[in-house]
């Protein structure tokens, strides 16, 4: 082989090379909190600015009067998992009934909002989810009176006429808005658009945005509390796939079984033959 | 090629002492093998962390991605073996070429097998069309069409000198599965080497390393074993199951000639 | 390269054409066989308009695959037949030379059927299939194609099963081509993602790169005596 051929064939070689080494590299994002059920297998992203009272059983996260919590059911209807939430969490509203709004797919499951009347200390939002023959309950309580809903957005397609909706459903039937804000206020990383209402005398604010064919309100209450639709949005759960992997470790073993196994075979058919060749040879001597 | 060099002696030549320091390193060898694969299943499937966007299934990629490397060491063998035949014409090297494609083979389909079994659950599909896939697909069917052209041809000879050609050009094709995913945007396969296992669909958050605790070492071991001791020792094996089937085939010459 | 070099390669190449320009043997061999084969994945398709878009490249290059394949056999049989080869590598002429001029045979007749194949398959698939950019998506795609069927062509010369071997050996080692060339020329001719169209090129003329400087290489060894 001549010389200018054994450079191409290197140098084809050290391509290869260099492909497996040439690595993307990964873009280093921001550190978030996450919360991991250690067996549940549910994990909630604890947005910054929010404290972290979470213990083992469940997540809790607070921040001014506002309380966050996660827990997990196994099977059980989705009425019973809320109010067993709440009297663990908040025994004195355990009587409390909420009324269950339309589901709304969200990228991360299909997702149910509670929503409790209005109590005195402030007002009581839950978010259920089904999974695998799991509840997963997230409920909010907020001090402000923060009214988290979302909703899909309605045929026209205008925010201000899912934020009327949504403010409908938190009990301000005939708000109107009256301004949309044109600067975006930033809650958890992402951009809410403030709205104004009013019905009657009162005035009401709400923060919106949408994501994909959703609309997220927050009617009334802090800008702040619009975190707990990022906290909805990112909620997710570890799927449960150990099936599949011992599918592929059994299929590892039988290919590689095979291989190892056509070798001995074709090694012991040899070793007879050579052992019948030896013997005529030892005969024919 | 270490590998070659210890076991090619023709056994028959070879003398006694000599043959049995071979054996003797490839028990060893063997052994150590079957623990580093023990081992390394210990630390993917049991020691390392669950992946929290995957689930379990995550830690089949302790087999896949190594095996891949595996497979292409193998093949990486057959084409040192197919230029050096070239070169010297010595039998020993194109009994590793050989030997190099059959273990690639099956490195290559576990590498394949285990990556479909992954996609199931996670891509919702056994197969997709994604072109690092089709990539690998078409390296495994080169390699088989190897196979085929040995077997079509009689001359022994043209049979090395044929295989050698063949064996070097069909490596273009690992190099299409390196390649490909890097000159086509649209792959949706992971580009992983380190301790990264995020599906691009499913990247959130830099959780990872805090998550899955322990994919760093367990992911190195796998790589020991399956990118150097398991396909070292099977090709050493395959090699020396090869040199008997010379030997076979040498003495059936000889008693039908006599 | 040297004047010598360049000499022999063009007399090898002409020695092909001339024969060709005699029998037309291959040429409407592999025409035939093009048109047949548009017009049977026609039929088996039963395209509307917008499928036809997504499929025209992939039909195109397949077809292209197909006829070459048919005409290296036929090509190298004809070789055998007439003793070709043998005198070939009896004059003093350089292996690389041999190749170079092989190659050069079977990429002109690759294209020209690609050429030709062009306007009638935008004639039936509607489609604005004579741009320059499909020409040159043809061009790299074919030179690919004859570089790795010129040295497998010559491969299954010692075979038994010679014929029905050669789509075996050369279909895997040749879809890389065959999927970036149908991806390049199916983009060029949708009109619809050009950058992608653009990237699939690149590609193409790097495995042409490769596949000339493997094959350039290992030719000599396949067509040496013994």
Partial sequence: ?285 | MEAARGAHPLSAEMPASQARTGTIALTVLTILTIFGVIFGLYMGLVRAGTDIDQGSVQRIFYIHMPSFFGAMLAFGAAVVGGIMYLRTRQHKWDTLSLAGVEIGIALALVNLVTGAIWARPIWNTWWNWDPRLTADAIMVLTYAAYLMLRSGIDNPDTRRRFAAVYGIIAFTSVLMVLIIPRIIPTTIHPVVIGPVFTSSELAQGGFELQATAGVGAALGINFIVWMFLIPITLLWHRIRLQNLADRVEAMKTEALSS | MTAAFLRAMIAVARKDFRAEARSRELLSLMGLFSLLSILIFSFALELNRTARLEVVGGVLWVTILFASILGLNRGMALEREGGGMDALLIAPIPRGAIFAGKLIGNFAFAFTVGVLLTPIMSALYTVPALQPSVIGALALGTLGIATVGTVLAALIGATRARDSLLPILMLPVALPVLIAASRASGGLLTGAANADAGAWLLGLALMDAIYLLVCGALFGFVVEEG
Avoid: C
């Fill in chain 1, 1 to 285: 082989m001549s010389r200018r051929a054994r450079l191409m064939i290197a140098a084809a070689l050290l391509l290869a090379a260099g492909a497996a080494f040439a690595q993307e590299a990964e873009p280093q994002r921001d550190l978030v909190t996450l919360y991991s059920h250690p067996t549940e297998r549910y994990h909630v992203f604890i947005p910054p600015g929010w404290r972290d009272d979470s213990t083992p059983q469940f997540a809790q996260i607070e921040r001014g009067t506002t309380q966050i919590v996660a827990r997990s059911f196994p099977a059980g209807d989705v009425e019973a998992a809320l109010a067993q939430t709440l009297t663990e969490f908040l025994p004195n509203l355990a009587d409390l009934t909420p009324t269950l709004l339309d589901p709304v797919t969200l990228n991360n499951g299909t997702w149910q909002i509670a929503l409790y009347p209005p109590e005195e200390a402030g007002t009581l939002t839950g978010f259920v989810q089904r999974f695998e023959d799991v509840t997963y309950v997230l409920l909010m309580f907020s001090g402000a009176d923060s009214r988290p809903i979302f909703l899909p957005i309605p045929a026209d397609g205008s925010l201000s006429a899912a934020v009327e909706a949504a403010a409908g459903l938190a009990g301000f039937t005939d708000a109107a808005v009256i301004n949309e804000g044109a600067e975006p206020v930033e809650v958890a990383g992402q951009a809410y658009t403030p709205f104004t209402l009013t019905q009657g005398a009162l005035e009401i604010n709400a923060f919106a945005r949408t994501v994909g064919g959703s609309a997220f309100v927050l009617v009334h209450g802090l800008p702040d509390d619009a975190a707990i639709f990022s906290i909805v949005l990112d909620f997710f759960i570890t799927p449960e796939t150990t099936d599949y992997l011992y599918l592929g470790v059994a299929a590892t073993a039988i290919v590689l079984g095979l291989l190892v196994f056509s070798m001995f075979l074709r090694a012991r058919a040899l070793r007879a033959d050579l052992r019948t060749l030896q013997q005529l040879k030892a005969d024919a001597a």
